[in-house]
């Protein structure tokens, strides 16, 4: 599976976009698909997650309430919209293709990431 991502981009404090990833091979809806992203000298860290049916969703206590995770098996893409962003929200988000978890390590496959940048 590949996975590209695209939709970041620079947005004042308030503001919303939609991240999208895009893979490629006929066996994405088999699996999880999770949003991570990574700050400048900071870790990597979960955002969300969605099961490889979409009835199943979780996430990070930082995010929650303001961005919602969704995915379209048929377009073989999973959605991340972010709102009501803030500046700690600065990061590259990484879309990921594994089993069902908030640990990185459980994820086979990575997009490229795309940057946010949140200005206060």
């Known amino acids: 599976v590949q996975l590209q991502a695209s939709g970041g981009g620079l947005v004042q404090a308030g503001g919303s976009l939609r991240l999208s990833c895009e893979a490629s091979?006929?066996?994405?809806?088999?699996?999880?698909m999770g949003w991570f992203r990574q700050a400048p000298g900071k870790e990597r860290e979960f955002v969300a997650v969605?099961?490889?049916?979409?009835?199943?969703?979780y996430y990070a206590d930082s995010v929650k309430g303001r961005f919602a995770i969704s995915r379209d098996n048929a377009k073989n893409t999973v959605y991340l919209q972010l709102n009501s962003l803030k500046p700690e929200d600065t990061a590259v988000y990484y879309c990921?293709?594994?089993?069902?978890?908030?640990?990185?390590?459980?994820?086979?496959?990575w997009g490229q990431g795309t940057q946010v940048t949140v200005s206060s």
């Open positions: 990921a293709a594994g089993v069902y978890s908030l640990e990185p390590l459980n994820y086979n496959y």
């Open positions: 969605i099961s490889w049916s979409g009835g199943t969703t």
């Open positions: 091979g006929r066996t994405f809806s088999s699996y999880a």
